[in-house]
């Protein structure tokens, strides 16, 4: 029942409050307080998160000595991107339980990400598995000289400088990929003159980084990166996605290896004569292509281009460097295990780097190569693990 009001404008019904109850001012300052408290919550949450869940930030320094900018000393990197695992790292760069280890024989292991091993625990990389399974005299170990992106040239300028400040007795530098030797790929871009000239490269926005790490803020490192660095150098990183659904994909790269290998013989001697003049120690590549690999939905053994490595291995017997194929042996243990060599539980099987079982393959050929060195047989002649 609606009843006049005393200016005879119609009233409320008399079931609902009053007016003034309606505009409680009150109300206002409440729901902000709802809101500031559930995002501090879900703020917490997320630094809490972040805290275990995400990669780690490691603000490099700039070593005098290597001339690189390279993780501090004590640092430690946790890696959750693809697999799961911690890794301490030592000065210059090196791994912590490398430099630790005694030993009369040191062999460097040279390589981008895949000798890195960032994506298995410190006890889990090849090194811990080589010391594990020498037996023998004189003692004999690894030390991983690895960082995302290196490729050979990074080597020829890197190792005079490591061994002034270590006493390495051999070399090893593992290849995933024979992109890896030149450059700009297989071939140079500029045909007129080989030469390789260092470039000094400056981590992005180390100021930043730095705040981030102190505040446990990791979580926020990688979108920047991809909103602000990744799309002016694009290898290796992954743009944001702001759309739901299926990613179309290319067509399965090793399709395409033949045309992608668009060999430039002089390129490659090049590059393994500048490297073999970098060091007077014994030396090996080591190619551990991706095998085995999947093809719509198949396991493929054979290495699609075993043709080329051949080749290429023929050019580092030339050279004066020893050449081991490590695709035998990582086909051997895929069919005598049923394990992958590579890839994890948050990636793709059989892609991206060397998991425990590979790290295994990779510690069992350095050790018979080490050993073949110590004997005096490691010339210039092809190993096959398998």
């Known amino acids: 029942m609606l009843l006049p009001s005393p200016a005879g404008e119609q009233a409320l019904p008399d079931f609902l409050p009053p007016p003034s109850s309606l505009r409680d001012e009150t109300a206002q300052p409440l729901v902000l307080g709802r809101w500031f408290v559930g995002a501090l919550a879900s703020g917490l949450l997320l630094w809490a998160f ?3 869940f995400v990669n780690s ?12 900018h390279l993780p501090r000393p004590g640092a430690k990197l946790r890696f959750r991107s693809e697999g799961w695992a911690t890794t301490r790292y030592a000065s210059h760069g090196l791994l912590a339980d490398d430099v ?16 890195q091993s960032a994506h298995v625990d410190d006890d889990e990389k090849f090194g811990a598995r080589f010391r594990e399974r020498w037996v023998g ?6 030390v ?3 960082y995302p992106g290196r490729a050979v040239a990074d080597v020829v300028a890197l190792l005079p400088r490591y061994e002034a400040i270590k006493n390495f007795s051999a070399h090893v530098v593992v290849l995933p990929d024979l992109f890896d030797v030149s450059p700009n790929g297989t071939t140079f871009i500029e045909r007129p003159r080989f030469e390789f000239s260092e470039h000094r490269r400056e981590p992005p926005w180390p100021a930043l980084r730095e705040r981030l790490a102190r505040s446990r803020l990791d979580f ?25 659904g299926p990613v179309p994909t290319e067509a399965n790269r090793w399709r395409r290896w033949p045309e992608l290998y668009d060999v430039d013989p002089a390129a490659w001697q090049f590059a393994l004569r500048e490297l073999r003049a970098s060091t007077d120690a014994p030396l090996a590549i080591l190619y551990a292509p991706r095998v085995p690999y999947l093809d719509d939905g ?17 050019m580092c017997r030339q050279e004066g460097i020893e050449f081991i194929d490590l695709s035998g042996a990582l086909a051997a243990h895929f ?6 060599p590579m890839g994890f539980h948050n990636g793709r099987i059989g892609r991206g780097h060397l998991n425990g079982d590979g790290q295994k393959v990779l510690a069992d050929a350095l050790i018979l190569w080490a050993s073949r060195v110590l004997d005096g047989e490691g010339s210039a002649s092809a190993v096959h693990p398998d």
């Open 50 to 52: 972040g805290a275990e």
């Open 57 to 68: 930030i490691e603000p490099e320094q700039f070593d005098e000595k290597i001339g690189r």
């Open 100 to 115: 630790e280890a005694k030993a009369s024989f040191a062999v460097g292991v040279w390589g981008d990400s895949f000798i």
């Open 137 to 142: 005299q004189p003692t004999v170990t690894t």
């Open 144 to 146: 991983a000289v690895g």
């Open 220 to 244: 926020l490192w990688t979108p920047i990166h991809r909103l602000f660095v990744a799309h002016r150098n694009p290898i290796g990183s992954e743009p944001l996605r702001w759309r739901v």
């Open 298 to 314: 198949r396991v493929l053994l054979e290495h699609p281009v075993a043709d080329l490595a051949a080749r290429f291995g023929a």
């Open 335 to 340: 069919e005598s295990s049923g394990r992958t």
